[in-house]
């Protein structure tokens, strides 16, 4: 697979407006993606999936090839913000998630080489939103530091940025009487933060214990036990993966 992506050049004005006016810098159907780059990635991770898995391979490869456009349509939805995990779900089953979670996985490498460029020239970044200023997907985990200051991070383009501890990242809720947490025993190093308002959740790790950050794409992969507690509960992650902005 090809390392290299497409150029990119930060407009450093608009980076500043952009931050000022709490837009992302880019909507994710604007951030430079090589199509045949992304589309060969994807189809190598399902080759990787056909070894261990053939009978869900082939219920994937269906569901790529339902169109005459297959992959390309797909990856257009999801970068428009039209395609959500739970509609794939709701037509392939639980081979529906894992075709959103490849198709995700397909875009991330660009992203994030993307994101890195700009985050280049954001030396001191004063972002006070719950998703993403570089793309505008929402937040996939919290992370509680030394200094005891949250931070969150990007699931698409692994950026992180602060956010405030005692608010709501989806639906910016700062009444504490519905802002709870639940914690497993024995796992005394996660929590879920859990808001009354939407009826969202989001898994912070606490790494003032540890020496450096957490890796928040493993930690997300190594909690997927609270995903499920939560949901049992009745809380979700936002249902698109990026903000819609008007």
Request: aromatic content about 14%.
């Amino acid at each position: 697979t090809r390392g290299s992506f497409p150029s990119f050049k930060v407009d450093s004005a608009k980076a500043k407006l952009q931050i000022q006016e709490g837009f992302p810098y880019l909507r994710p159907n604007e951030v430079p993606l090589d199509s045949a780059y992304t589309a060969e990635y994807f189809f190598r991770l399902l080759e990787l999936f056909k070894g261990k898995n053939p009978g869900q391979y082939a219920v994937l490869r269906k569901a790529v090839d339902s169109s005459p456009s297959g992959f390309e349509r797909m990856l257009a939805g999801l970068l428009r913000n039209q395609m959500t995990e739970e509609a794939l779900k709701k037509e392939w089953g639980e081979e529906g998630r894992l075709l959103f979670f490849f198709l995700t996985q397909s875009i991330k490498p660009t992203f994030e080489a993307q994101a890195k460029t700009w985050r280049a020239g954001q030396k001191d970044l004063s972002w006070n939103q719950g998703y993403c200023p570089f793309c505008g997907a929402f937040a996939d985990m919290g992370e509680i530091r030394q200094e005891g200051k949250r931070f969150l991070h990007c699931p698409i383009c692994a950026t992180e940025w602060g956010y405030p501890r005692i608010q709501c990242p989806f639906c910016s809720n700062k009444n504490p009487e519905t802002l709870t947490y639940f914690q497993v025993e024995g796992e005394m190093g996660y929590r879920v933060d859990l808001c009354g308002d939407c009826k969202t959740y989001l898994k912070t790790a606490d790494s003032r214990e540890q020496e450096g950050s957490l890796n928040g794409e493993v930690e997300d992969y190594l909690t997927l036990h609270l995903d499920f507690l939560a949901q049992e509960e009745g809380y979700r992650r936002p249902e698109r993966l990026f903000v819609e902005m008007h």
